[in-house]
């Protein structure tokens, strides 16, 4: 729902942002931060993702049902991969053998 | 009943053109969730290889080529803006922005296209495509190198997929805008074709970290 | 003279003529009689396989065909009957005609998207039939790797392709409900005000829009591994086959709660209309479809239980599945209070509906007992499984649908069944369904492996027992075909309401008109507004 007409200003900052944290993401991966480079690279990915989602996508000024939508989907991944590493990530914890 | 007779884009099953924009708009909303969902089976196994083979996939990544992986980044934002740009021009009537912006958009995600397709083709002529003559230097386990290239190019593959038919959609867009038939009161496909636009943009956000990222601090 | 009124009325099925009317139809009670064409004929087929396999295990050293054959009988069985009958049934029939109409809406949201529905519905089933006719696939409906990866020589492509475009529809069937009952309700129609039945497809459609794809990607993988061998679930290049079932059942097991949600929907307003009754505790009901819903997406993993999977995430699903069985239980404690002091007639739906809450607690409480990690090691894989989801999707999902069939069928044909020869049957298929199932529960536990063309001589008795039970079944099936298709012509001509129900589809002319209401409904009472009902009848 985009009755709401955005300003050539914003979009255009939005877009600055996503090619200097582009820019940003490819950098930080050249140095070693050990376990943070996954985290450092996922996390400059959701901003990416926010803000591609909310000025670009309009959710920022759609009703809460879109919003609830898109939360949903994030969950409903999350769900996913949450539960099925409950089962990658514990094998091998018991003396069993298989398991 | 009169609405019905004056504005011939209003389908019957709907009392207003404001609940048919609504109602559109949450159909792609929700179409687009299901997009997450079928991507995410494929970010599952990802994940869950990487974790299993982190020093393999680590070598994998590093032999794509960052710059080119960095660039298709910066050229689908390029799109993403000249396409909520288009969707912008049509809703303050603007029809020749709205051409332009939607011939940008198109043009941009050629662009994507083509370096897609000589990355491809660098990873074909290194031996690096899974198959009988796959081969990545530097390791014993091929078996789990091969694992990541199957999924790089099950991963990128979908998605250049549905760069197409973005593409074959944004010149539905343009062939309509064309004819004249977006206005500032009916712009719907623009706005929700601007949509599917985005989200393949953002499928791409993911792809690039996870794919060309992983392990750059150790050439 | 009253037929001659009826015909002269105009209904959405005489609205307009010829095949193409119906091909290319945007109404969506014309899409669900077209559904109800597709999946009868899928049912049958299905039986067809049901009725081979029964045959063969009259003998325990079997003969009537080959080992690799029967593996075909029962992978044709359950792709057909989960895939093409059980997934679409309620939602794309029932649901299809009278969610708008329950709504007091003129069709859903997106009336192509249904139609092409429809069509990706048939274009898949025309590829399992292809795969079926050509020489059948053997790799049970669930196709673990490695077998139907690499070893399988059946045509699995073709069946997976046919269940992907499948998925399709139903993802489309669930985005088209969710966005109609969001946004498309008449004035007055608030969310706690809906049909029960409205509630429970709406919570169906979630688990539609969110789980199918995933199995969509699932068997893209399949046929890469199969055709490309990208080794994704191949031990040699570091796969795991452990991966492709958390990837199946992520769909498979939320795939149940889209087979029985709009079945428990359909025994709230059968329980409801024949005991004269609102549904006790309507809210609740209203939100345990919604956690179904929720909670069946947090169980996959005890369809794994020994499959390699680590015995903490066992625990951890074991523990969940524990959770998604209370919801389930509070809809029959609400149906039984519901009945409690109601007027209760005994019409054939309702007997549907007596049966089915009968049978669905007893598979709901024996999937209590498999989910129980110690107690499934024992019994997976054996026919106790297979007695436990019988009872659900035939004792449950496919009572309740006849149950509904019955009901409505009146405001979707005009004409009245048969209610001596229905009653025979409801009684016919309790009878038939329990002679078959029950004995398989005892089978299961004795150790009788499912799956299994052959087995030993002790076990002998019991299985004849459950083929002639399945005989019974099949007769108690086949008149239902036989007297629904005879009403249409020679029923008694049904009045716009003759249950007397609650429901904005009772307040339209049966068959009802293309464009369901004459006026856009207003709505100013509450849902199963009995008390009013009777009031306004003796004002």
Redesign the interface.
């Known amino acids: ?2 009755e709401h ?2 300003s ?1 200003k914003s ?2 900052l939005v ?1 600055l942002s ?2 200097v944290l ?2 940003a ?2 950098l930080v ?5 050990g376990p943070l ?1 996954v985290v450092v ?2 996390f ?2 959701v901003v ?2 926010m803000l ?2 909310l ?3 309009h959710l920022r000024h ?2 809460i ?2 919003k609830v ?2 939360g ?3 969950l ?2 999350a ?3 949450v ?12 003396p ?1 053998p ?2 | 009943m009169d609405s019905h007779v004056e504005l011939p884009q209003l389908q019957e099953q709907f009392e207003t053109p404001a609940q048919q924009k609504e109602v559109s708009t949450l159909g792609m909303w929700i179409f687009l969730v299901t997009e997450v969902m079928f991507f995410g089976g494929l970010f599952l196994a990802y994940a869950i290889y990487r974790r299993e083979f982190a020093a393999v996939f680590g070598l994998a990544s590093n032999s794509m080529d960052v710059w080119m992986g960095a660039a298709n980044t910066a050229v689908l934002i390029c799109s993403s803006f000249t396409m909520v740009l288009a969707v912008r021009s049509a809703q303050i009537g603007s029809r020749k922005a709205l051409i332009v912006f939607l011939i940008l958009t198109i043009v941009f995600g050629g662009v994507f296209l083509g370096i897609k397709g000589i990355e491809w083709n660098e990873k074909f002529v290194e031996h690096h495509v899974p198959g009988p003559s796959f081969h990545l230097e530097g390791t014993e386990e091929q078996g789990p190198a091969q694992l990541f290239f199957s999924l790089y190019f099950t991963m990128t593959g979908l998605h250049a997929l549905h760069m197409i038919v973005g593409e074959g959609l944004m010149l539905f867009l343009l062939w309509h805008a064309y004819k004249g038939k977006y206005t500032p009161s009916y712009y719907t496909p623009v706005d929700i074709g601007g949509l599917y636009w985005h989200f393949v943009d953002i499928i791409w956000i993911f792809l690039f970290p996870l794919l060309y990222l992983i392990a750059r601090h150790q050439h | 003279m009253i037929t001659e009124a009826v015909e002269e009325r105009e209904t959405y099925l005489n609205a307009s003529y010829g095949i193409k009317s119906w091909l290319l139809t945007k109404d969506h009670k014309r899409i669900a009689l077209l559904y109800l064409h597709t999946i009868t004929f899928f049912f049958f087929l299905g039986g067809i396989f049901a009725t081979l396999i029964r045959l063969e295990l009259l003998t325990p050293k079997g003969g009537l065909v080959s080992a690799d054959t029967y593996s075909k009988l029962f992978t044709l069985h359950g792709v057909i009957m989960v895939f093409f009958f059980l997934i679409p049934s309620i939602p794309a029939t029932l649901g299809n005609f009278f969610l708008p109409m329950m709504i007091g809406a003129k069709d859903l949201a997106f009336p192509r998207i249904n139609l092409l529905s429809w069509y990706l519905l048939v274009i898949g089933g025309c590829f399992a039939m292809y795969a079926m006719l050509a020489g059948g696939v053997d790799t049970g409906w669930t196709f673990y790797v490695p077998y139907s990866t690499n070893y399988s020589n059946t045509y699995v492509i073709a069946t997976g392709l046919g269940i992907f475009i499948a998925g399709f529809s139903s993802i489309l069937t669930g985005l088209n409900f969710i966005v109609t009952v969001h946004r498309m309700r008449a004035p007055g129609m608030t969310w706690f005000r809906l049909p029960l039945f409205v509630w429970s497809n709406y919570a169906t459609a979630l688990i539609q829009v969110l789980g199918t794809p995933v199995i969509a990607i699932t068997l893209v993988l399949l046929i890469g591994e199969r055709t490309l061998h990208i080794g994704i679930f191949d031990p040699a290049r570091g796969g795991d086959p452990v991966l492709f079932q958390h990837l199946f059942w992520f769909y498979s097991h939320p795939a149940v709660y889209i087979m029985v949600l709009p079945a428990l929907g359909i025994i709230s307003e059968l329980v409801s209309v024949f005991s004269r009754k609102p549904v006790f505790g309507y809210k609740v009901v209203a939100f345990s479809s919604v956690a179904i819903a929720v909670l069946g997406f947090l169980v996959w993993g005890h369809h794994m239980f020994v499959s390699g999977q680590s015995v903490y995430a066992g625990l951890v699903f074991s523990f969940l599945s524990y959770f998604v069985a209370i919801p389930s239980a509070i809809k029959v404690f609400n149906w039984t209070a519901t009945l409690h002091k109601g007027s209760i007639s005994y019409a054939t739906p309702m007997l549907y509906a007596f049966g089915f809450i009968g049978l669905f607690t007893v598979g709901g409480l024996t999937g209590l007992f498999v989910a129980c990690l110690g107690v499934d090691v024992h019994v997976h894989d054996t026919y106790f499984v297979v007695a436990h989801f019988h009872y659900i999707m035939v004792g449950g999902t496919i009572m309740a649908y006849l149950g509904g069939l019955h009901y409505w069928w009146p405001k979707m044909s005009g004409r009245m069944y048969p209610e001596g020869w229905a009653k025979l049957s409801a009684l016919i298929i309790y009878l038939g369904f329990n002679l078959t199932f029950f004995p398989q529960f005892i089978l299961g536990y004795l150790g009788m492996p499912r799956r299994y063309w052959n087995y030993p001589d002790e076990f002998q008795v019991l299985h004849v027992m459950s083929t002639a039970g399945a005989s019974v079944l099949a007769v108690g099936y086949l008149l239902p075909l036989i007297y629904f298709m005879w009403s249409l012509r020679y029923g008694p001509i049904a009045g716009p309401n003759p249950w007397g129900a609650t429901g904005l589809e009772w307040q339209t002319s049966s068959p009802p008109p293309a464009h369901n209401f004459d006026e856009t409904p207003i709505v100013t009472t509450e849902a199963y507004d009995y008390a009013a009902l009777e009031a306004a009848k003796v004002g």
């Open positions: 729902m985009a007409v955005a050539l979009y255009t877009f996503l090619l582009t820019f993401t490819t991966a050249t140095i070693d931060l480079n690279a996922l400059i990915a990416k993702m591609v989602a000025f670009f996508m759609s009703t049902l879109m939508v898109v949903g989907g994030m409903w991944l769900i996913l991969l539960l099925s590493f409950s089962d990658f990530a514990t094998r091998g914890w018991l069993v298989g398991k």
